[in-house]
Every structure is written in structure tokens, then in C-alpha cells.
């Protein structure tokens, strides 16, 4: 199956971006077309960002070398050429055009130099900023530093909130859904949390993978999921990488990065309804508040309500996201972010293989009780971002977050089928839980030139002090009698006398230097050290005894990228990661951090003048310290296990005028090579396809004569994964999403800015599971069917 259906129209797909950039690399300049512009005195930057928009023509700067100036006002009819000219007048900077027609700024002194452009198509590109389309050419995740991704010799993927918003993702798993390396648990788990795996590692909370604008977010993966309606893009950073964040799984990073405030006006509203009784209301509000933009705020909100395919099981959520900049220079700036999220829905909790695998399970039955399960948390932050350059060379940033979160989820779980196929006993699951988690990051980016080196280097100090404390109950519960025709009513009974939670308290400090070699424009050499310091303590409430962890590590990273002239830059790189492993050996020796150690050979291709990104990499990523049954003692663990991912990604995003694409295949070998239970060696991982493929695009009618009409659709595919010690695996998935969006202001431009978007996941109702092991299957969701009527002014 997987070689007749999803690997033909990947290859075309990536055979159609491939060629397609020689005939538009062969274009002509834009012409010089006269726009008119009223733009008042306004920091530099700022300035060319808007005549960029204004004039749609590419403008590309060095971020260093517009900090701290400020343009005059530029106020009548010109050419997008004057228009920069007359913004670059008395900065010290002259206009410069470069063959393919895009603009740029360099020294006046400096005629016969160009310096290393920032290549963006309408705008200035930000790292933090809204992309137009799916193709980003920045980011800060890869480097912590505002690195273009054609010079970053490690695989990173960026997904932005066109694609979030086009692919309808109501998660960071359903973002993610269409970027290689990735695997998840099915929908019904990740609308509570998410939990990812990235190269066959879990990512699965702050402390091992997944931050906020850079910044480790939770203390627990059940704190609740992120509302991707937030975000202006999903960043992914695959493979070991501790050098720039500490304690980590070795699979790598997901940080999301937050809407944040823009001096351009931003209004929008969308009401939405869809399967399952979905009522939703969202907006998104941006604009200065102060003449010259000194002052930008933005408001970002949802409300739902709904039901679910599940019986009994609600999928409300409320999300508010205010932010404020304040950005008295182009040198200097500082946003204040903070969150609000409430989740109201019911636990899913997993089934065994052997009542799943044979559809004996209805997809449908919710196995708790509708007056006792429940799945509520409250999660808060609030943290700033501050920025300044103290010239062009030098740099400091600074970022804070305080995050804390609030739990309450009871549940019935599978306890097992009666021999007479219906009557189904359960367990009782009763938690209180409460995290917090304090995360700083200060840094100081240091450009030098010696000749033909130019140095770009960090140097930083981070923290993370973060508490999960969790207080867990079990009890008894009336079976349920007949799982295809159930009635409710049962009241569980909670043993309140003993607690089986625990308390974690931990402190992590970090050191990092990094350097960013560019030698003769040509060659880019990365090297990065790391000492990390990191303290944890934690109380098992059954026992009363504490265990404390002290440990450090030394982790490093290095690689070498050549860039060529035609686009193409193949690079090599090594990398490093650790994280801490609470518990003691037979001996009451505490157990070592595990290590993970990662080797990639990558190819990335920028088409000149184009508006493209192809990706390649094979990697070698290997974990050691793991835990493994101590053979004298079973109830002990010993650190002689190891796990080694070995595998192949490819990853293609465009813009062709007026088609939109992403495209996907991974292969990963992701195995337990060493254990003491003999049925795990050499198996592959739960949960993690060796075969992974996927296929978005969508495409404006308007020029094929149908006016205000997109459509788009995708494809994702997973082979069988694997679940060791269990005799069948479990079967892939080929899953088929599909929209329709109308801009009404074709139709008449007193309707500009309304438009009517239908999605649709899952279209053919294809049955699916996600098992993460033989006691712990989930059924995918079904066709899910959305109408959002959305308005932009």
C-alpha cells in the first residue's frame, strides 16, 4: 500500500517544485510601478517593512545594520526603488538592487560589498513574525539566534499559522501533521495534552522537548495542550540539542512561538460550527497604540463549546492571550505576554490491543461515568521578551515566563472484558494535581569581522525552576454491564487514605557559548559548548521517602555547511543531549542522566529569487543510560539500556504562485538495542511508523477564472507500528483532509474581508488506532466537518 498510493503523488509533488524554479528564477525584475505611501518618521526597519507590503516588492536587510536608525517620512507617489531611497536618506545607508529585482540597503563606504542579505518576499522577514503562505526562511530555534535555515546544519522545520489556520489544526500534534519526524497520539489524547515524538523520542513536556518562544513551558505533559489558534508558528528542531536548552530528550525541540503585537492593524473574527454540536467564536485584534508605533498591542481569544465522537465527552476550552510592545527605537524593544487557558473535556483513557486491534470495542463507547470523569485544568502565564542593541555588533536579549497550572481529572479505566464479550470491569483514578515552572534566558550576541571570518557569537545563562505536585487515589466501581448498549449510573468509591502521587521539585542552570563561522560568504562552521547544572528532589507520598538527584553534564555541538552559489547547502553536523532520570538502583545508588548523541548529513535548497525551501538529512541518533529490569531483582531498574534511531527525512515547502505546498517522507528505524527483557531487543519503538509520508496543498481559482475560490487537500500516511512483546502490530493509516475557502469580496467589494471556509479531516472516515503499547490503544477520530465564517477589517 505504501509504495502504490502515497509515495506517487509525493514524488510528483516534489518533482513539480524541483522544476518549477528555473523558469521563475528566468523572470524579469518587477517593474518599477509607482505606489503611493503617507508613512510617517518611524524607526528604519519599521519603515521598509511597510513599504515592502506596500509595494509587494522583495526587500532584504541586515537587522543589525538598520538598529537604531530611524527613516524620515515617506509621503507621495513613487517607486518601491525611490520609496527605499528616500526612506534610506541620511542614514548613512545607500540602495542597492540586486539582479533577480530584490531590494536592499548597504553602507554608503561599502560600494563593492554587499552584506548577507535577509531574503523575504513583501516584507522583512522575522523570526517571531507572520509569514504569508507556509514557506519561512528564519528562525531563532535552530541557533537562538536570527539565523536564515538555509545556514543552520541541523534539520528544523517551521509550520506557520497559514498552515495552521488552512489545515484547521486543533492541536500542536494536528499542526504538526504534515512535518516529518513527528509522531503522535490520536486526537482523542492530544485535545488534553500534547505528547509527541520526534525521531522515536518523547518530547512529551517542557523538561524533555517542548517550549514557548523559546522558553521550557510545563513541569507535567498534563498540564494541557497549547490552543494552536495562539501561535504564529510551530518550530521544529529534530534531533539531540542540549548545547542551547539544557535537559532533553534526545528527539529534539518543539517550541512554539506566540502571537505577538504589530503596528499594522490586525482585526478579525470567526464564528464556527462543525461535527458534534461545535460552536466556536475566535478573534485576533493588532494595531499601534500610539502614533509612530512606539506602542503595539494584540488580542488574541477563543471560546468553545462542543461535544465529541466519544459519548459523554465534552471539548469545551477558553483561550485569551494578551500582549504588549513597547519599542521606543528599532534598537530596543520589550513585549509582555501572558495566557489564560481553561480545558473542560474527559480523560481518554487506553484499551488494550487484544479488544482493540479486532474492532471488539465500539469506537464510540465512553467507558467512565458521565458524573464522575473529568478532565479540568486552568493554566496561566506571564512572562516579557526584551531586546536592545547596543550598536550593530553587539546584543542582549532577556526573556522571562512564570507558568502554573491547575488539575482535576477523574477517570474510569479499562480493567478487563468478561468472558462473555460485554460486561466490562474498571478501575478508579482519582488526581489533584498543581505544577509551576519559572524559566529565564539571558544572552549576549557578539558580531565580529576579521578579514574573511565573520564571527556571529552567543553567549548565555539559563534557568528553570519548576514544582509538579501530584496526588493520586484509586477505588472500586460497579462493572459496566454491557459495553454495546451501557447504562450509567454507577458511583465510584475513592480510598482517600492512601496517596500514590508524587512531589517533584527541580532547579536547572545552564552555561552556553556558541560561535557562527562564516568564512568568504562561503562556508559556515558552528561550534557550541554547554555546562549545565541541574537539582531535582522528589517525594513518593505511598512510601514517604525522597529521592535527590544532583547532576551535571558537559554537552557540545559542531557543524559545517558550505553555501552555494546556486542555492544548494549540504552541511554535516554532531550534537549532543542529557536528561535526568529520577529513581535509585537495588544498591540506592541514584540513577545517571541518560545521554543521547546525534550525527546528520543534510541537504537544503533555496531556489535563487524563488519562494521555496527543499529540505534532506540522514541522521545516526543514539541514547544511552536507559532504564532496564536489573536481572537479580525485577522490581529494580539498572542503566545498561540503549536505543538507537537511524532514519531519512525529506521535506519540501513552496509557493508557485498561486499554489500553496508542503510536502513530507520520513523513514524511521527508531529500536531498543539493549534491554534486559529479552521480547524489546532489537524492536521497533511503540507508537513510531517506519514509513511516513504527507501531502498538503491548496491552490487560488481566481486566475483559472473562478474568482475568491481556494481549494486544498492533503494526505497522510503511517505504516504499522510496532508493539513489542505483542504478536500483530498495529495497521497504518491513510488519512485524506480536505477545504473550500470563499472570499465574498469577489463576488462584491462591499463584502471585502468576509469570507466562508469549510474543512474537513479525516474525509473518508477511515478507522485508525494509535497504541503506544499493548495495554495503551486509542481509536482515531472519524470525518470531523467544519464551517468557519470569518471577517478581517
Given at each position: 500500500?505504501?509504495?502504490?498510493?502515497?509515495?506517487?503523488?509525493?514524488?510528483?509533488?516534489?518533482?513539480?517544485?524541483?522544476?518549477?524554479?528555473?523558469?521563475?528564477?528566468?523572470?524579469?525584475?518587477?517593474?518599477?510601478?509607482?505606489?503611493?505611501?503617507?508613512?510617517?518618521?518611524?524607526?528604519?526597519?519599521?519603515?521598509?517593512?511597510?513599504?515592502?507590503?506596500?509595494?509587494?516588492?522583495?526587500?532584504?536587510?541586515?537587522?543589525?545594520?538598520?538598529?537604531?536608525?530611524?527613516?524620515?517620512?515617506?509621503?507621495?507617489?513613487?517607486?518601491?526603488?525611490?520609496?527605499?531611497?528616500?526612506?534610506?536618506?541620511?542614514?548613512?545607508?545607500?540602495?542597492?538592487?540586486?539582479?533577480?529585482?530584490?531590494?536592499?540597503?548597504?553602507?554608503?563606504?561599502?560600494?563593492?560589498?554587499?552584506?548577507?542579505?535577509?531574503?523575504?518576499?513583501?516584507?522583512?522577514?522575522?523570526?517571531?513574525?507572520?509569514?504569508?503562505?507556509?514557506?519561512?526562511?528564519?528562525?531563532?530555534?535552530?541557533?537562538?539566534?536570527?539565523?536564515?535555515?538555509?545556514?543552520?546544519?541541523?534539520?528544523?522545520?517551521?509550520?506557520t499559522s497559514d498552515q495552521i489556520r488552512?489545515?484547521?489544526?486543533?492541536?500542536?500534534?494536528?499542526?504538526?501533521?504534515?512535518?516529518?519526524?513527528?509522531?503522535?497520539?490520536?486526537?482523542?489524547?492530544?485535545?488534553?495534552?500534547?505528547?509527541?515524538?520526534?525521531?522515536?523520542?518523547?518530547?512529551?513536556?517542557?523538561?524533555?522537548?517542548?517550549?514557548?518562544?523559546?522558553?521550557?513551558?510545563?513541569?507535567?505533559?498534563?498540564?494541557?495542550?497549547?490552543?494552536?489558534?495562539?501561535?504564529?508558528?510551530?518550530?521544529?528542531?529534530?534531533?539531540?540539542?542540549?548545547?542551547?536548552?539544557?535537559?532533553?530528550?534526545?528527539?529534539?525541540?518543539?517550541?512554539?512561538?506566540?502571537?505577538?503585537?504589530?503596528?499594522?492593524?490586525?482585526?478579525?473574527?470567526?464564528?464556527?460550527?462543525?461535527?458534534?454540536?461545535?460552536?466556536?467564536?475566535?478573534?485576533?485584534?493588532?494595531?499601534?497604540?500610539?502614533?509612530?508605533?512606539?506602542?503595539?498591542?494584540?488580542?488574541?481569544?477563543?471560546?468553545?463549546?462542543?461535544?465529541?465522537?466519544?459519548?459523554?465527552?465534552?471539548?469545551?476550552?477558553?483561550?485569551?492571550?494578551?500582549?504588549?510592545?513597547?519599542?521606543?527605537?528599532?534598537?530596543?524593544?520589550?513585549?509582555?505576554?501572558?495566557?489564560?487557558?481553561?480545558?473542560?473535556?474527559?480523560?481518554?483513557?487506553?484499551?488494550?490491543?487484544?479488544?482493540?486491534?479486532?474492532?471488539?470495542?465500539?469506537?464510540?463507547?465512553?467507558?467512565?461515568?458521565?458524573?464522575?470523569?473529568?478532565?479540568?485544568?486552568?493554566?496561566?502565564?506571564?512572562?516579557?521578551?526584551?531586546?536592545?542593541?547596543?550598536?550593530?555588533?553587539?546584543?542582549?536579549?532577556?526573556?522571562?515566563?512564570?507558568?502554573?497550572?491547575?488539575?482535576?481529572?477523574?477517570?474510569?479505566?479499562?480493567?478487563?472484558?468478561?468472558?462473555?464479550?460485554?460486561?466490562?470491569?474498571?478501575?478508579?483514578?482519582?488526581?489533584?494535581?498543581?505544577?509551576?515552572?519559572?524559566?529565564?534566558?539571558?544572552?549576549?550576541?557578539?558580531?565580529?569581522?576579521?578579514?574573511?571570518?565573520?564571527?556571529?557569537?552567543?553567549?548565555?545563562?539559563?534557568?528553570?525552576?519548576?514544582?509538579?505536585?501530584?496526588?493520586?487515589?484509586?477505588?472500586?466501581?460497579?462493572?459496566?454491564?454491557?459495553?454495546?448498549?451501557?447504562?450509567?449510573?454507577?458511583?465510584?468509591?475513592?480510598?482517600?487514605?492512601?496517596?500514590?502521587?508524587?512531589?517533584?521539585?527541580?532547579?536547572?542552570?545552564?552555561?552556553?557559548?556558541?560561535?557562527?563561522?562564516?568564512?568568504?560568504?562561503?562556508?559556515?562552521?558552528?561550534?557550541?559548548?554547554?555546562?549545565?547544572?541541574?537539582?531535582?528532589?522528589?517525594?513518593?507520598?505511598?512510601?514517604?521517602?525522597?529521592?535527590?538527584?544532583?547532576?551535571?553534564?558537559?554537552?557540545?555541538?559542531?557543524?559545517?555547511?558550505?553555501?552555494?552559489?546556486?542555492?544548494?547547502?549540504?552541511?554535516?553536523?554532531?550534537?549532543?543531549?542529557?536528561?535526568?532520570?529520577?529513581?535509585?538502583?537495588?544498591?540506592?545508588?541514584?540513577?545517571?542522566?541518560?545521554?543521547?548523541?546525534?550525527?546528520?548529513?543534510g541537504l537544503r535548497y533555496e531556489p535563487?529569487?524563488?519562494?521555496?525551501?527543499?529540505?534532506?538529512?540522514?541522521?545516526?541518533?543514539?541514547?544511552?543510560?536507559?532504564?532496564?529490569?536489573?536481572?537479580?531483582?525485577?522490581?529494580?531498574?539498572?542503566?545498561?539500556?540503549?536505543?538507537?534511531?537511524?532514519?531519512?527525512?525529506?521535506?519540501?515547502?513552496?509557493?508557485l504562485g498561486a499554489l500553496n505546498l508542503?510536502?513530507?517522507?520520513?523513514?524511521?528505524?527508531?529500536?531498543?538495542?539493549?534491554?534486559?527483557?529479552?521480547?524489546?531487543?532489537?524492536?521497533?519503538?511503540?507508537?513510531?511508523?517506519?514509513?511516513?509520508?504527507?501531502?498538503?496543498?491548496?491552490?487560488?481559482?481566481?486566475?483559472?477564472?473562478?474568482?475568491?475560490?481556494?481549494?486544498?487537500?492533503?494526505?497522510?500516511?503511517?505504516?504499522?507500528?510496532?508493539?513489542?512483546?505483542?504478536?500483530?502490530?498495529?495497521?497504518?493509516?491513510?488519512?485524506?483532509?480536505?477545504?473550500?475557502?470563499?472570499?465574498?469580496?469577489?463576488?462584491?467589494?462591499?463584502?471585502?474581508?468576509?469570507?466562508?471556509?469549510?474543512?474537513?479531516?479525516?474525509?473518508?472516515?477511515?478507522?485508525?488506532?494509535?497504541?503506544?503499547?499493548?495495554?495503551?490503544?486509542?481509536?482515531?477520530?472519524?470525518?470531523?466537518?467544519?464551517?468557519?465564517?470569518?471577517?478581517?477589517?
Amino acid at each position: 500500500m505504501f509504495q502504490r498510493y502515497p509515495v506517487a503523488p509525493l514524488a510528483a509533488a516534489l518533482l513539480i517544485a524541483l522544476t518549477a524554479p528555473a523558469v521563475h528564477a528566468q523572470s524579469p525584475a518587477p517593474s518599477a510601478a509607482a505606489a503611493r505611501y503617507d508613512l510617517p518618521a518611524a524607526p528604519l526597519g519599521d519603515t521598509l517593512t511597510r513599504i515592502a507590503r506596500q509595494s509587494g516588492r522583495a526587500v532584504s536587510v541586515d537587522p543589525a545594520l538598520v538598529a537604531g536608525r530611524r527613516a524620515p517620512a515617506v509621503a507621495g507617489e513613487f517607486s518601491a526603488e525611490e520609496a527605499v531611497r528616500r526612506a534610506l536618506a541620511g542614514s548613512g545607508l545607500e540602495l542597492a538592487v540586486t539582479a533577480n529585482g530584490t531590494l536592499s540597503a548597504r553602507r554608503a563606504a561599502e560600494n563593492a560589498t554587499m552584506l548577507d542579505p535577509v531574503r523575504v518576499t513583501g516584507a522583512v522577514e522575522s523570526p517571531t513574525g507572520h509569514v504569508d503562505g507556509y514557506v519561512a526562511q528564519r528562525a531563532m530555534s535552530g541557533m537562538k539566534t536570527d539565523t536564515p535555515l538555509i545556514e543552520t546544519p541541523q534539520s528544523v522545520s517551521v509550520v506557520t499559522s497559514d498552515q495552521i489556520r488552512v489545515v484547521k489544526a486543533a492541536s500542536v500534534a494536528d499542526a504538526l501533521g504534515y512535518t516529518p519526524g513527528v509522531a503522535s497520539q490520536s486526537p482523542a489524547f492530544s485535545r488534553m495534552v500534547d505528547d509527541l515524538m520526534l525521531r522515536g523520542f518523547n518530547v512529551a513536556a517542557g523538561n524533555s522537548g517542548q517550549l514557548r518562544d523559546g522558553l521550557k513551558l510545563q513541569s507535567s505533559v498534563y498540564d494541557g495542550g497549547q490552543e494552536p489558534y495562539g501561535l504564529e508558528r510551530v518550530e521544529v528542531l529534530r534531533g539531540a540539542s542540549s548545547v542551547l536548552y539544557g535537559q532533553l530528550s534526545p528527539g529534539g525541540v518543539v517550541n512554539t512561538v506566540s502571537k505577538r503585537p504589530t503596528a499594522d492593524s490586525l482585526r478579525e473574527l470567526n464564528l464556527e460550527t462543525g461535527s458534534y454540536n461545535r460552536r466556536q467564536v475566535s478573534g485576533d485584534f493588532a494595531g499601534a497604540l500610539t502614533e509612530g508605533g512606539a506602542w503595539t498591542y494584540r488580542l488574541t481569544g477563543l471560546a468553545r463549546n462542543a461535544d465529541n465522537w466519544v459519548d459523554h465527552v465534552p471539548d469545551d476550552r477558553t483561550y485569551l492571550a494578551p500582549a504588549l510592545t513597547w519599542q521606543p527605537s528599532a534598537a530596543t524593544s520589550l513585549t509582555l505576554l501572558a495566557t489564560y487557558q481553561r480545558i473542560r473535556t474527559k480523560f481518554a483513557a487506553p484499551m488494550p490491543a487484544a479488544n482493540t486491534l479486532n474492532g471488539q470495542i465500539p469506537r464510540d463507547l465512553f467507558i467512565g461515568e458521565p458524573d464522575f470523569d473529568r478532565y479540568d485544568t486552568d493554566t496561566y502565564t506571564v512572562g516579557y521578551a526584551f531586546e536592545h542593541a547596543f550598536n550593530e555588533r553587539v546584543k542582549l536579549r532577556q526573556s522571562a515566563r512564570y507558568f502554573t497550572a491547575d488539575g482535576n481529572w477523574d477517570y474510569l479505566s479499562f480493567g478487563a472484558l468478561q468472558p462473555n464479550g460485554r460486561t466490562l470491569r474498571r478501575g478508579v483514578v482519582s488526581r489533584s494535581e498543581h505544577s509551576y515552572g519559572v524559566a529565564t534566558d539571558t544572552s549576549l550576541e557578539l558580531k565580529l569581522d576579521g578579514g574573511p571570518l565573520q564571527h556571529t557569537v552567543l553567549a548565555g545563562l539559563d534557568y528553570y525552576r519548576s514544582g509538579y505536585d501530584s496526588h493520586r487515589h484509586s477505588g472500586t466501581v460497579a462493572p459496566l454491564a454491557d459495553i454495546y448498549n451501557p447504562v450509567y449510573g454507577a458511583v465510584p468509591v475513592i480510598n482517600k487514605a492512601a496517596d500514590y502521587g508524587i512531589n517533584t521539585r527541580s532547579s536547572a542552570l545552564g552555561l552556553y557559548v556558541q560561535d557562527q563561522i562564516k568564512i568568504r560568504d562561503k562556508w559556515v562552521v558552528v561550534l557550541g559548548g554547554r555546562q549545565d547544572w541541574a537539582d531535582t528532589d522528589q517525594k513518593n507520598y505511598a512510601s514517604g521517602v525522597t529521592t535527590r538527584l544532583r547532576d551535571t553534564a558537559t554537552t557540545g555541538r559542531a557543524g559545517l555547511l558550505y553555501l552555494a552559489d546556486n542555492g544548494l547547502a549540504p552541511y554535516l553536523s554532531a550534537s549532543q543531549s542529557f536528561a535526568p532520570t529520577v529513581g535509585v538502583d537495588r544498591a540506592g545508588n541514584a540513577f545517571k542522566p541518560t545521554k543521547g548523541t546525534q550525527y546528520e548529513l543534510g541537504l537544503r535548497y533555496e531556489p535563487p529569487g524563488g519562494n521555496m525551501l527543499f529540505s534532506a538529512a540522514v541522521y545516526d541518533l543514539t541514547q544511552t543510560n536507559a532504564l532496564t529490569s536489573d536481572p537479580a531483582d525485577a522490581t529494580y531498574s539498572v542503566q545498561t539500556g540503549k536505543a538507537r534511531s537511524r532514519g531519512l527525512e525529506l521535506e519540501a515547502k513552496a509557493r508557485l504562485g498561486a499554489l500553496n505546498l508542503t510536502a513530507s517522507y520520513a523513514y524511521t528505524d527508531a529500536r531498543t538495542t539493549r534491554s534486559n527483557t529479552p521480547a524489546l531487543v532489537d524492536q521497533r519503538i511503540a507508537l513510531v511508523p517506519l514509513h511516513s509520508a504527507s501531502v498538503w496543498a491548496d491552490y487560488n481559482l481566481t486566475g483559472a477564472g473562478v474568482s475568491g475560490l481556494t481549494v486544498g487537500a492533503g494526505v497522510r500516511y503511517a505504516s504499522s507500528t510496532n508493539l513489542p512483546g505483542y504478536p500483530a502490530n498495529v495497521p497504518g493509516q491513510f488519512l485524506v483532509d480536505a477545504m473550500a475557502a470563499y472570499d465574498f469580496g469577489a463576488l462584491d467589494p462591499s463584502m471585502s474581508g468576509l469570507s466562508l471556509t469549510l474543512n474537513a479531516r479525516n474525509l473518508f472516515n477511515r478507522g485508525y488506532l494509535a497504541c503506544a503499547g499493548s495495554t495503551g490503544c486509542r481509536y482515531g477520530d472519524p470525518r470531523t466537518l467544519y464551517a468557519t465564517l470569518s471577517y478581517r477589517w
